[in-house]
T-cell receptor
């Protein structure tokens, strides 16, 4: 089944404790992206990647890191989480094959930073 | 800078009535426009997109959207609403300058009343 998977789905952590949220897709997509969803703010793009070893900032990259060492994986790293990073996070991927392909989203990771 | 506005936080409509969820955008150049839907506790799902061509775009689940360049709008419509259409709807625009940057609206909650 074609899908984007994220782990963990739920995470409660404390300020300053480094964490990684994994994202993996099995559709051989070139493009991947991370978003955060907050009430009243919609989705905001954190980082995106257009291919292996090619990443760039979205609208809200501060406090986050990403890497794209393999095509299928795009982990999101919070080196020193703070309470304002409490949010619902989504990973998404899409093909570069057509002019603009739609994104496939993962199920989300709900992060709480105490 | 690109932007997307969804002026209504919530839209209520009776089952069987037509529905409209509004979206306006601001981009330089030709826009790539998308609608996504989010059901409770789920990731986002693609509904439809406008890249070029006919101004009326048909998508999944009987939804359609009308691209209006002069009004810079891309409203989502459905002729007859179902209770199961109740969800959170997001309009999005993708950068046309060769990046993978996306801007999402703040979302509109659609409630279809039986």
């Amino acid at each position: 089944e074609a899908q984007v998977t994220q782990n963990p789905r739920y995470l409660i952590t404390v300020t300053g404790k480094k964490l990684t949220v994994t994202c993996s897709q099995n559709m051989n997509h070139e493009y991947m992206s991370w978003y955060r969803q907050d009430p009243g703010l919609g989705l905001r793009q954190i980082y995106y990647s257009m291919n292996v070893e090619v990443t760039d900032k979205g609208d809200v990259p501060e406090g986050y890191k990403v890497s794209r060492k393999e095509k299928r994986n795009f982990p999101l790293i919070l080196e020193s989480p703070s309470p304002n990073q409490t949010s619902l996070y989504f990973c998404a991927s899409s093909s570069s094959g057509t002019t603009t392909s739609e994104q496939f989203f993962g199920p989300g990771t709900r992060l709480t930073v105490l | 800078a690109q932007s997307v506005a969804q002026p209504e936080d919530q839209v209520n409509v009776a089952e069987g009535n037509p529905l409209t969820v509004k979206c306006t955008y601001s981009v330089s150049g030709n826009p790539y426009l998308f609608w996504y839907v989010q059901y409770p506790n789920r990731g986002l799902q693609f509904l439809l997109k406008y890249i070029t061509g006919d101004n009326l775009v048909k998508g999944s689940y009987g939804f359609e959207a009308e691209f209006n360049k002069s009004q810079t709008s891309f409203h989502l419509k459905k002729p007859s609403a179902l209770v199961s259409d109740s969800a959170l709807y997001f309009c999005a625009v993708r950068d046309t300058g060769g990046t993978y940057k996306y801007i999402f609206g703040t979302g509109t909650r659609l409630k279809v009343l039986a």
